[in-house]
């Protein structure tokens, strides 16, 4: 029988695996303890796809590890967090950066934390901070899904834009596996990122990581809910719409990611600021030093 190869850390940095109300997440933990520096704990969420873990998010878990306490989770169905066969949904991943944000607190001794989140992990997270303002100081939005020029969302609250039926078809006997397979070939893997990045001059290291990563055992659970829609949700521009605490997003200007025309419903609102920063949906691999230029003082 072949085994897959084992999934090395995706950053150098302390990780434990947590039980929580969503399942056995996997955190990682590195800078100053004890919450007594100038800024609190900070918590990355990576994004949504096949392929996604916490190596979405290296450089900036790098770069703030020297001033802050900085925490990044695999979601569930992710990384090494449980891969195990259940519904994969909003409300799963929101309850998993709840109980993050809670061991946080403990941990550092503070009453919030400041949270990013990647893409899709955005609509995790402004749900989480609405339902736990206390607890969420700030948050940033990288290359956020919900602002596209297509019509608002404004569902019932907790709602998805799930296709049972797609889903269905997704995981029909002896066809799953065939279709994983293909979503998560390297070349596809590479493809996608190439369109993330707008551009051929993707990071091979994140590449590598995201081929690896999917070779793990129930690996194909979260993304066939991610590719059916069911991880979306269909009530996100009222949870925009109702976030107090200061927002900062950063708007891609190549790939595939670039459509930001649904941002009038909050840009004019005094706690919401919008970057265009040169680059793909990533742009801090591409240029850390000008992405942190702008995201720094906001944290600040």
Same mark, same amino acid.
């Not at 004890?34 to 096949?50: E, R, Y």
């Not at 873990?53 to 090494?80: C, I, N």
């Not at 049972?164 to 799953?176: D, G, I, Q, V």
């Given at each position: 029988?072949?085994?897959?190869?084992?999934?090395?850390?995706?950053?150098?940095?302390?990780?434990?695996?947590?039980?929580?109300?969503?399942?056995?997440?996997?955190?990682?933990?590195?800078?100053?303890?004890?919450? $007594?520096?100038?800024?609190?704990?900070?918590?990355?969420?990576?994004?949504?796809?096949?392929?996604?873990?916490?190596?979405?998010?290296?450089?900036?878990?790098?770069?703030? +590890?020297? $001033?802050?306490?900085?925490?990044?989770?695999?979601?569930?169905? #992710?990384?090494?967090?449980?891969?195990?066969? +259940?519904?994969?949904?909003?409300?799963?991943?929101?309850?998993?950066?709840?109980?993050?944000?809670?061991?946080?607190?403990?941990?550092?001794?503070?009453?919030?934390?400041?949270?990013?989140?990647?893409?899709?992990?955005?609509?995790?997270?402004?749900?989480?901070?609405?339902?736990?303002?206390?607890?969420?100081?700030?948050?940033?939005?990288?290359?956020?899904?919900?602002?596209?020029?297509?019509?608002?969302?404004?569902?019932?609250?907790?709602?998805?834009?799930?296709?049972?039926?797609?889903?269905?078809?997704?995981? +029909?006997?002896?066809?799953?596996?065939?279709?994983?397979?293909?979503?998560?070939?390297?070349?596809?893997?590479?493809?996608?990122?190439?369109? $993330?990045?707008?551009?051929?001059?993707?990071?091979?290291?994140?590449?590598?990581?995201?081929?690896?990563?999917? +070779?793990?055992?129930?690996?194909?659970?979260?993304?066939?809910?991610?590719?059916?829609? #069911?991880?979306?949700?269909?009530?996100?521009?009222?949870?925009?719409?109702?976030?107090?605490?200061?927002?900062?997003?950063?708007?891609?200007?190549?790939?595939?990611?670039?459509?930001?025309?649904?941002?009038?419903?909050?840009?004019?609102?005094?706690?919401?600021?919008?970057?265009?920063?040169?680059?793909?949906?990533?742009?801090?691999?591409?240029?850390?030093?000008?992405? $942190?230029?702008?995201?720094?003082?906001?944290?600040?």
């Amino acid at each position: 029988m072949n085994h897959p190869p084992t999934l090395p850390p995706a950053v150098p940095a302390d990780m434990r695996l947590h039980d929580t109300p969503a399942g056995r997440v996997a955190v990682y933990r590195a800078g100053p303890e004890g919450g $007594t520096g100038a800024l609190p704990p900070l918590l990355l969420v990576h994004s949504v796809n096949a392929a996604g873990s916490v190596a979405e998010v290296a450089p900036l878990f790098q770069h703030h +590890r020297g $001033t802050r306490a900085v925490y990044a989770l695999d979601l569930p169905g #992710f990384g090494h967090s449980e891969r195990s066969d +259940r519904a994969y949904t909003p409300r799963l991943m929101t309850d998993a950066l709840h109980a993050v944000v809670d061991l946080m607190c403990r941990e550092q001794g503070v009453a919030a934390v400041d949270v990013l989140g990647v893409s899709l992990a955005g609509e995790f997270v402004a749900r989480a901070q609405r339902e736990a303002p206390q607890k969420l100081r700030r948050i940033a939005l990288v290359s956020p899904t919900g602002f596209s020029r297509a019509r608002r969302r404004y569902g019932l609250p907790g709602s998805t834009l799930g296709q049972p039926w797609l889903y269905r078809l997704l995981t +029909r006997p002896f066809w799953s596996d065939g279709i994983y397979n293909t979503l998560t070939r390297p070349g596809v893997i590479r493809y996608f990122l190439q369109r $993330t990045w707008g551009s051929k001059r993707i990071d091979e290291a994140l590449w590598r990581y995201a081929v690896l990563t999917t +070779r793990q055992p129930g690996a194909k659970h979260a993304p066939l809910y991610f590719v059916s829609a #069911f991880l979306f949700s269909a009530d996100i521009n009222t949870l925009y719409e109702a976030l107090d605490c200061p927002v900062w997003v950063s708007m891609a200007t190549r790939g595939d990611f670039t459509d930001y025309q649904g941002k009038a419903t909050v840009e004019r609102r005094a706690n919401w600021r919008f970057h265009a920063i040169e680059g793909g949906a990533l742009p801090y691999f591409e240029d850390l030093a000008a992405f $942190t230029a702008q995201l720094d003082p906001f944290w600040a």
